[in-house]
């Protein structure tokens, strides 16, 4: 006999239901989580570093897009008075203009901001020449003697591990991070698990940045095959795309088909095992919003957990939302020219 559509309709909530039970299974623990303070952030170490950061940090590259820059300096003190003291940023953010902004937030008051933040950019050559020219740009821009972490970033073709070694890149930062310039080093990429994983046995990092969110949960998913690996080093994994790829309208509202809400999305990346999660802060608004959701932060688990992951698996397991892992439209023009891609897009 056949199936009526009730029953065609209750057999696909069931395998939906049933499939997100079972993937939810499979997450690993929330990281350690610290109190907040009376006016803060909760904190979390960053891996074996000794450090403690704020689970949220302000982007870079948003911070760098506010066309008045006197309200971004704004946006970063009161960020740092807030508690978000995790500050991210890149050489090639914004042709240097996002790391020249911040570094004169920083500066300001005698540069009482700057012992308030924990720093970190990234440097995106492979050689050694345009390894140490690049983070002495850094240094200037950001106007500090060190960088807290040095990151080397977009790790995303499959020949950038054997780039970084080959060319002597991993070898200069590594003399720059001995002579105090940097305290602590890392990698960072988005577009697939396996080129993190040949990354990890090129050094012994102290962190690595990859995409956290509730669609990598379904596809091609660095949580589930990288933060093991990270784990076991000892390395602080820190989060970004938590919206899915930057995919975001107005409301804060996460992918098009509006799956999940930004609070969402970023509840769940929190309830990963990661150190800290970069997020977009391009107003004081949002700045409030991840503030507050930071501090109200309780890791998604049981029926709560499953249910949001079997509202977000039908549009989560083909890509849409997460083209950073297939397409090369979301590396930066820097990368793409490395690599003899056009630049353009």
Same mark, same amino acid.
């Given at each position: 006999m056949n199936d009526t559509p009730d029953t065609d309709e209750t057999r696909r909530e069931f395998l939906q239901t049933g499939v997100a039970a079972t993937a939810a299974a499979t997450i690993a623990s929330p990281a350690t989580t610290d109190d907040a303070t009376s006016k803060g952030l909760p904190t979390r170490p960053l891996g074996k570093t000794g450090v403690h950061v704020s689970i949220i940090a302000l982007g870079g590259w948003h911070i760098g897009d506010v066309k008045d820059h006197q309200e971004a300096i704004t946006i970063m003190h009161t960020a740092l008075d807030e508690g978000m003291t995790f500050f991210d940023n890149?050489?090639?953010?914004?042709?240097?203009?996002?790391?020249? +902004?911040?570094?004169?937030?920083? *500066?300001?008051?005698? %540069?009482?901001?700057?012992? =308030?933040?924990?720093?970190m950019t990234k440097v995106c050559a492979r050689d050694a020449k345009h390894v140490r020219s690049q983070i002495e740009d850094s240094l200037r821009r950001l106007q500090t003697d060190t960088i807290d972490l040095i990151q080397m970033h977009e790790v995303n073709w499959d020949n950038?591990?054997?780039?970084?070694?080959?060319?002597?890149?991993?070898?200069?930062?590594?003399? +720059?991070?001995?002579?105090?310039? *940097?305290?602590?080093? %890392?990698?960072?990429?988005? =577009?697939?698990?396996?080129?993190?994983?040949?990354?990890m046995p090129v050094h012994t990092w102290q962190t690595v940045q990859m995409p956290i969110n509730l669609c990598d949960h379904f596809y091609r998913s660095f949580a589930a095959q990288v933060i093991p690996a990270a784990q076991k080093i000892g390395a602080g994994v820190i989060g970004m795309k938590s919206l899915g790829g930057g995919i975001k309208e107005k409301g804060g509202k996460f992918i098009a088909a509006h799956v999940a809400t930004a609070e969402e999305c970023i509840r769940f990346a929190l309830s990963?095992?990661?150190?800290?999660?970069?997020t977009g802060i391009d107003s004081m608004e949002v700045l409030k919003q991840n503030l507050k959701i930071g501090r109200e932060y309780k890791p998604y688990q049981g029926q709560e957990l499953e249910?949001?992951?079997?509202?977000?698996?039908?549009?989560?397991?083909?890509?849409?939302?997460?083209r950073f892992k297939s397409t090369i439209d979301f590396d930066g023009p820097y990368h793409r020219a490395q690599h003899g891609f056009d630049t353009a897009g």
């Amino acid at each position: 006999m056949n199936d009526t559509p009730d029953t065609d309709e209750t057999r696909r909530e069931f395998l939906q239901t049933g499939v997100a039970a079972t993937a939810a299974a499979t997450i690993a623990s929330p990281a350690t989580t610290d109190d907040a303070t009376s006016k803060g952030l909760p904190t979390r170490p960053l891996g074996k570093t000794g450090v403690h950061v704020s689970i949220i940090a302000l982007g870079g590259w948003h911070i760098g897009d506010v066309k008045d820059h006197q309200e971004a300096i704004t946006i970063m003190h009161t960020a740092l008075d807030e508690g978000m003291t995790f500050f991210d940023n890149c050489w090639d953010y914004h042709e240097g203009g996002a790391e020249t +902004i911040m570094g004169k937030a920083l *500066a300001a008051d005698g %540069g009482k901001w700057r012992k =308030k933040c924990f720093l970190m950019t990234k440097v995106c050559a492979r050689d050694a020449k345009h390894v140490r020219s690049q983070i002495e740009d850094s240094l200037r821009r950001l106007q500090t003697d060190t960088i807290d972490l040095i990151q080397m970033h977009e790790v995303n073709w499959d020949n950038d591990p054997d780039w970084v070694v080959e060319q002597g890149g991993l070898a200069e930062l590594l003399k +720059i991070q001995k002579e105090g310039k *940097a305290r602590f080093v %890392g990698f960072t990429g988005h =577009k697939s698990p396996h080129i993190h994983l040949k990354m990890m046995p090129v050094h012994t990092w102290q962190t690595v940045q990859m995409p956290i969110n509730l669609c990598d949960h379904f596809y091609r998913s660095f949580a589930a095959q990288v933060i093991p690996a990270a784990q076991k080093i000892g390395a602080g994994v820190i989060g970004m795309k938590s919206l899915g790829g930057g995919i975001k309208e107005k409301g804060g509202k996460f992918i098009a088909a509006h799956v999940a809400t930004a609070e969402e999305c970023i509840r769940f990346a929190l309830s990963q095992p990661i150190s800290s999660l970069v997020t977009g802060i391009d107003s004081m608004e949002v700045l409030k919003q991840n503030l507050k959701i930071g501090r109200e932060y309780k890791p998604y688990q049981g029926q709560e957990l499953e249910q949001l992951l079997a509202k977000v698996k039908p549009v989560a397991g083909d890509g849409r939302h997460e083209r950073f892992k297939s397409t090369i439209d979301f590396d930066g023009p820097y990368h793409r020219a490395q690599h003899g891609f056009d630049t353009a897009g």
